[in-house]
Every structure is written in structure tokens, then in C-alpha cells.
């Protein structure tokens, strides 16, 4: 099993800001991802994090709008780029130990506010 | 593009009264987990069922899979206040993971 941090748990922000989330785990993973969730509902997938490249961005999610960074196999952060209103939400950072993506373990989300 | 049809989305019920959540699908998964979410909290793995008519049992909690792999049912037997929370299914299909809208469950004592 894997136990993932985030920081900040929650931030309100201003509009047209940017704001860097930091998501580390305690034991090495394979894989990471970034999620969005609207309090409530279900798990949107933003990202892949990959270590030491590109991070792989799913439909509808752009690395101008969402960079992500994977320097090890512990931590990455996600930065929500110029920020407006619509980017409230909950970002959630998960964790894979193994090959496919069954049995992630998720950090307990950063909770995001945009005036 | 695969969905996964999770029902019903929200659910209040009294304590000591079943319920049975469903998640139902045509794509074929190679395996379905269900996680428990609390508020303030994230996603927590309870199950992961893999061969076609599995059922798995956690307490007062029956999963179900599917015999051809493409639904599953969470049944909770006697529910307790303390099994309020947010029920989400997610299937592996092909190295992606499809998530189930969420059943937002309550349980009033």
C-alpha cells in the first residue's frame, strides 16, 4: 500500500492566478495521476504523471493550462494556470503500485476556491 | 466512448435497512474496484473483483461481479450510520480506468 499527501489541503485563490499542488507518497509507485472532482460526484482523469517526461493529458486538459512535473517516483506537483472560476474544484493526486491502473491509492485531495 | 452506469446517484435510508448499488456497463472489464469516499477525504479502495461471478464479502458488504464482466452490484445488509459516504465503481478496460458516476449514500440513525 501507498500513503499520499497533498499540500494545501484547500486555497481560495484569485482569478488569474496560478497555484502549484504538491502530492507525495511514502513508498515508490509506478505510476501517478492527477484527478478533478466536484464535491460529491465522480473522478475525472486530467493527467498521467510521467517521471522525468511529459506528462500524458487526457481529453479536454492541456499542459498550458495544467503543467505537471514528476522529477521521482514519489512526488509531482500540478499547477492550475490562470485560474477563473470554472477551476473550482477538488484535485485529487493518486498512486499505482504495478503495471495497470486497478488498486490506486489517493491523497485526501486539495480542495480549490477561485474568486 | 465506455461508460460505467452507476445507480441510483443519491440513496438515503434509515439504519438497519439493505440497499443494493449497481454499476452496469456493455464494455468488458478486466477487473472493477469500489472505493468508499468520505468528505475531505480521498477515494478508499474496500474491493477489487476480477473473475466473472465473483462475489467477495466485507463485513455486511456483498460485491458482486458480473458473469460476463461487464456489471457489478455492492449489497449492504443492516447499513449503519457509520456507511454513510460517497460509493464509487471504476473498471479496468484496457489499462483505462472507467469511473461509475457515484452513489452519494446516507444513513440516518
Known amino acids: 500500500s501507498a500513503v499520499i499527501s497533498q499540500k494545501p489541503s484547500r486555497d481560495i485563490c484569485q482569478r488569474g492566478t496560478s497555484l502549484t499542488i504538491q502530492c507525495q507518497v511514502d513508498?515508490?509507485?509506478?505510476?501517478m495521476f492527477w484527478y478533478r472532482q466536484q464535491p460529491g460526484q465522480s473522478l475525472t482523469l486530467i493527467a498521467t504523471?510521467?517521471?522525468?517526461?511529459?506528462?500524458?493529458?487526457e481529453s479536454g486538459f492541456v499542459i498550458d493550462k495544467f503543467p505537471i512535473s514528476r522529477p521521482n517516483l514519489t512526488f509531482s506537483t500540478l499547477t492550475v494556470s490562470n485560474m477563473s472560476p470554472e477551476d473550482s474544484s477538488i484535485y485529487l493526486c493518486?498512486?499505482?503500485?504495478?503495471?495497470?491502473?486497478?488498486?490506486?491509492?489517493f491523497g485526501p485531495g486539495t480542495r480549490l476556491l477561485v474568486l | 466512448t465506455q461508460l460505467l452506469e452507476q445507480s441510483p446517484q443519491f440513496l438515503s435510508i434509515q439504519e438497519g435497512e439493505n440497499l443494493t448499488v449497481y454499476c452496469n456497463s456493455s464494455s468488458v472489464f478486466s477487473s472493477l474496484q469500489w472505493y468508499r469516499q468520505e468528505p475531505g477525504e480521498g477515494p478508499v479502495l474496500l474491493v477489487t473483483v476480477v473473475t466473472g461471478g465473483e462475489v467477495k464479502k466485507l463485513k455486511r458488504l456483498t460485491f458482486q461481479f458480473g458473469d460476463a464482466r461487464k456489471d457489478s452490484s455492492l449489497h449492504i445488509t443492516a447499513a449503519q450510520p457509520g456507511d454513510t459516504g460517497l460509493y464509487l465503481c471504476?473498471?479496468?478496460?484496457?489499462?483505462?480506468?472507467?469511473w461509475g458516476a457515484g452513489t452519494k449514500l446516507i444513513i440516518k440513525p
Open positions: 471504476a473498471g479496468d478496460s484496457n489499462y483505462q480506468l472507467i
Open positions: 504523471a510521467n517521471q522525468g517526461s511529459e506528462a500524458t493529458y
Open positions: 493518486s498512486g499505482k503500485q504495478g503495471a495497470n491502473r486497478e488498486t490506486q491509492y
Open positions: 513508498s515508490q509507485v509506478t505510476m
